[in-house]
């Protein structure tokens, strides 16, 4: 195991496009915390009124909201990106074969994958809460006091990036494309869900409870359904997990 560690290490650190995602990430994450800090503190002022407005830190933001910027789908994307690369570039350009014939065992690889790809995940979030906070401090944002909730919802968040991640790494093993597997998520999030459960709330109710983005959302945004949420995306992701499993064992390189 530890030979297929530094062995996907070297790999995913040899590639350009790692380092161009990473950086977009982190572009992205500040942009978003800036408008969200901006637009949370009301620093836009009202177009129809005297142009005024209020002033850049007239008043405050709590911390979470802003330094979660980085699981915003723009910033996501980015993310998972990275994550869908770990097999996509296999299959795009043919290198799955000799992988597999340096590393015959294929959950072996498969879990050396996995683990590289979450080691990623957080280390770029981390970066990533760094971003929001020095970002929101340089443009004269006050910061609300940091209580126990600000924490669990950075942890939270962080879970959640780490799921949405799994999930496109999954699908791209499933479909073995690159391209599905980055943006099979994103349709779901930011258009399918929200049209099933905007088309169905009258037959079927407790369908948006069941989606996978949805879920996550649910467990990401917190409240009194942030467990069931939370179960339910954990359910698709290990569900996903296992049926990529299943198939990258059984099938052709």
């Known amino acids: 195991m530890s030979a297929a560690l530094v062995y996907e290490w070297r790999r995913i650190t040899s590639i350009r496009s790692t380092y161009v995602l990473a950086a977009l990430f982190l572009v992205a994450t500040g942009l978003v915390a800036y408008l969200v800090a901006q637009v949370t503190q009301g620093s836009f002022g009202d177009p129809g009124g005297d142009g005024g407005g209020a002033m850049i830190g007239s008043g405050s933001v709590p911390l979470?909201?802003?330094?979660?910027?980085?699981?915003?789908?723009?910033s996501a994307i980015f993310v998972t990106t990275i994550a869908a690369q770990s097999f996509g570039h296999e299959y795009r350009y043919g290198l799955i074969?000799?992988?597999?014939?340096?590393?015959?065992?294929?959950?072996?690889i498969f879990t050396a994958k996995l683990i590289v790809v979450v080691l990623w995940v957080v280390a770029l979030y981390l970066l990533s809460m760094l971003v929001a906070f020095v970002v929101v401090k340089i443009a004269g944002v006050a910061i609300d006091p940091v209580t126990s909730e600000t924490w669990l919802q950075l942890l939270r968040a962080g879970l959640f990036l780490i799921g949405y991640s799994i999930l496109a790494f999954m699908l791209t093993l499933i479909t073995r494309n690159l391209?599905?597997?980055?943006?099979?998520?994103?349709?779901?999030?930011?258009?399918?869900?929200?049209?099933?459960?905007?088309g169905l709330v009258d037959r079927l109710p407790w369908l948006p409870q069941y989606l996978p983005i949805s879920a996550g959302q649910t467990?990401?945004?917190?409240?009194?359904?942030?467990?069931?949420?939370?179960?339910?995306?954990?359910?698709?992701?290990?569900?996903?997990?296992?049926?990529?499993?299943?198939?990258f064992a059984r099938r052709d390189a």
């Open 64 to 74: 979470g909201v802003v330094m979660i910027a980085g699981t915003n789908f723009l």
């Open 97 to 108: 074969r000799l992988t597999l014939s340096e590393y015959p065992r294929r959950w072996v």
């Open 179 to 198: 391209v599905l597997g980055v943006v099979i998520p994103l349709l779901l999030g930011a258009v399918v869900e929200p049209l099933a459960s905007a």
């Open 219 to 247: 467990f990401l945004n917190g409240g009194d359904d942030l467990g069931r949420g939370g179960v339910v995306f954990l359910a698709w992701v290990v569900g996903l997990g296992v049926i990529g499993l299943v198939q």
